[in-house]
């Protein structure tokens, strides 16, 4: 199933640890931006939180909280960028970037972004 659970902003979430990991080159770009924003939508985060992710005010990424599952935040990661129907090549470096960090290879982002297109019967 895709990653659309409402999380809880008054812990560490995958919302605000994808944020910081986003912000780590000292700007978050517009595709991250949208990203950002398809999930906020998606996982029913706050406005509030969502403008200070935006804005890059959430602080440094120091990894995902022990109760967030790497492969639950990729998922998100991945649904929010096939939200237009196709991964451009900014969301494929962050999705890279994002599965190096939670150590899968690229072999596996490759079949899990194929497990997502076939869920949301994109081609």
């Known amino acids: 199933a895709l990653p659309q659970e409402r999380l809880d902003i008054g812990q560490p979430t995958a919302f605000t640890a994808m944020a910081r990991l986003m912000a780590v080159s000292g700007r978050i770009e517009k595709e991250e931006k949208r990203m950002l924003t398809a999930c906020a939508s998606r996982w029913g985060i706050e406005q509030e939180l969502l403008g200070r992710a935006l804005a890059g005010q959430l602080g440094q990424f120091v990894g995902l909280a022990p109760s ?39 072999e596996a982002l490759s079949a899990k972004i194929a497990q997502y297109k076939q869920q949301l019967g994109i081609a």
Do not use: K, N
Request: aromatic letters at 6%; charged letters at 15%; hydrophobic letters at 50%.
């Open 68 to 106: 967030v599952s790497p492969d639950w935040f990729l998922g998100g990661l991945i649904a929010a960028a096939l939200v237009d129907g196709t991964i451009d090549a900014s969301e494929m470096a962050t999705l890279q970037r994002v599965a190096t960090g939670v150590g899968m290879t690229e």
